[in-house]
């Protein structure tokens, strides 16, 4: 009989696991969209506290006249059913010929506010819109409300632009689609709502938080000594050599001296410095899903995207690898386009429990060829393989540790056990026994 093997912590699952992960991942997906949007509806026509009040009156008055014969009374009654009445042919001739369109920002980040303008034209010929509401019913779990837009008074055949603040509480990339527009007016008595549907996306970047000097200190300080600082041609840092004078080369770069001594007019050619570069490697293997872990992976994530947004703001080269449903490298590079790159890779990052940490550092070993400064951002305490310190400079960022908490400080109001992406699979749907 052959002996029984065991696995550990760093061990892939099994396939068949990952599979039931993938099924029961989209299952509640699908799930949670339809009750989310059952959820933030409301309905297509509703009564107010103010309007079941005004209907009582109504009956009341309605049963008064009957029983006395009163024609005051019956004026009155009918007085009040015309009201009502007009209250629900106005509500929807507001409703009538209203398109809203959406201006995304180009991104947002968690624990900071985005603006989101709406615009609301009214196509109608006579008749304004007036006290309109919109309310987003998908993704509305993106963000710490529910986001809503009100437009008091839209003319007819103009348009209005309202700007909404809205506070995202997780990163990723969201579908907004159904909306909702409801009006209340003229009255307040009766409340009626329709659903439209325009799809637009957002991209919300992970947490970006302080991060100290020293840390940034350590990361220039890395590449300043040794073959670490490289010059490069083309520059205009530091003397190289000298080359042969070509016609429309500055002539304030010809070296005099040289050139009366060989008979011939060459120039300095001069070098530039490289910047540093570093490497991020952000590990989220988590084999075992628990809410802290969950946290860990977050913080660990926002780490990396603070680090790479200010090291390139400092004009350092900052390159990625990551697990990202396959891996996902970025060279060390530099500029705005670059920073945007980075920062959407790192919100998408999904939930790993495959990819573990030796594989992480096999997988860099293309974007560590060029000497660069390393930087492991992990959830849990790792052992460095030899092959990887022998790479260059190498530091080791552990979530929560105390090096970490000195060199990160984010918004006290960021949640990273729910700043995650919509989706994220809770313990609860795992399978019993970890079996296929």
Partial sequence: MPPATQTT???????????????????????????????????????????????????????????????????????????????????????????VQRVIPENAAVGETATVQYRFHNAKLFWPTLSITLAELESAQAFVRQPHAYALHVAPGTTAVINVELAPSRRGIYRLGSYQLSTSFPFGFIKRAVLRRKEDTILIYPPVGEVSPRLLQLCRSAERTGANRKPRRGGSDEFYGVKEFRPGENPRWIHWRRSARTGQLVVRDMAQISPPRLLILLDTYLPHRNPDGIAAVEKSVAQAASLAGRALEG??????????????TIA?????????????????????????????????????????????????????????????????????????????????????????????????SRPPGGGT
């Fill in 9 to 99: 912590l760093s061990d892939p699952p099994p396939p068949g696991w990952l599979a039931y992960l993938h099924r029961t991942d989209q299952r509640r997906r699908s799930q949670t969209r339809k009750r989310d949007l059952a959820n933030l509806r409301k309905p297509s026509v509703d009564f107010s506290l103010t309007g079941l009040i005004y209907c009582g009156m109504m009956m009341f008055l309605g049963l008064a006249a009957v029983n006395t014969q009163a024609n005051l009374l019956f004026a009155v009654f009918g007085l009040m059913v015309g009201v009502l009445f007009i209250s629900v042919g106005a509500c929807r001739l507001v409703l009538m010929k209203v398109r």
């Fill in 315 to 328: 004009g350092m080269a900052v390159g990625l690898c990551a697990w990202s449903d396959g891996w996902k």
């Fill in 332 to 428: 060390p590079q530099r500029g705005k386009q670059h920073a945007r790159e980075i920062l959407a890779a790192l919100a998408s990052v999904p939930d790993n429990q495959s990819a573990t940490p030796q594989q992480l550092s096999d997988q860099s070993l293309g974007l560590t060829q060029n000497e660069v400064t390393i930087i492991l951002f992990t959830p849990q305490s790792v052992e460095i393989g030899l092959s990887l310190r022998a790479r260059g400079t190498v530091f080791v960022v552990t979530a929560n540790s105390p090096e970490a908490e000195s060199y990160f400080k984010f918004h006290p109001t960021i949640d990273f056990h729910n700043c995650g992406p919509e989706g994220n699979l809770s313990p609860a």
